[in-house]
């Protein structure tokens, strides 16, 4: 559904002859709408349901990215700070190896945390991390943060 929806906005980029970001938002958003309009003739109730998760997703990386940003200037520019750098493991309720990996870049794309390796058995992912006071409060905010708003989108 999500490719039915970019195939229409990239038609609506094509028909009105402006290839602009926002005339393709537009597309898209009017495209979403027309699919919204038509879905008791198609099977496409999952892709709206996943939508408004996908937007919180998103809202919620693009934060949590900017907080870890702003810590690590903090750290560089407050030499005199002692780093606190630690190794977690974080046990996975992630089982698919896309929901592993996505999880994995989601959290090396965080500045300050690496992820590093996941078990064997793929229930435990280990993390690095530049500055951790409290280990369990870092593994609930990759557990209630990361993982839980990635699986909503994911399954």
Do not use: C
Not at 67 to 75: D, E, F, H, N, S
Not at 86 to 101: F, G, S, W, Y
């Amino acid at each position: 559904m999500l490719l039915r929806n970019v195939l229409l906005a990239l038609a609506w980029v094509a028909l009105t002859g402006q290839f602009t970001p926002q005339n393709f938002l537009t597309g898209f958003l009017l495209s979403y709408l027309l699919l919204w309009l038509l879905q008791s003739t198609m099977d496409t109730k999952h892709y709206f349901a996943k939508v408004p998760y996908v937007i919180g997703f998103f809202i919620f990386f693009l934060g949590a990215m900017l907080r870890a940003g702003l810590r690590i200037v903090y750290r560089v520019l407050s030499p005199r700070l002692p780093l606190r750098p630690a190794i977690v493991a974080i046990p996975l309720d992630a089982r698919t190896d896309a929901e592993i990996a996505f999880l994995a870049n989601m959290i090396t794309l965080t500045p300050g945390s690496l992820s590093l390796d996941v078990s064997s058995d793929r229930r435990v992912m280990y993390v690095h991390t530049v500055y951790v006071k409290d280990i369990e409060a870092f593994r609930r905010e990759i557990k209630e943060g990361f993982e839980r708003r990635l699986l909503k989108v994911m399954r």
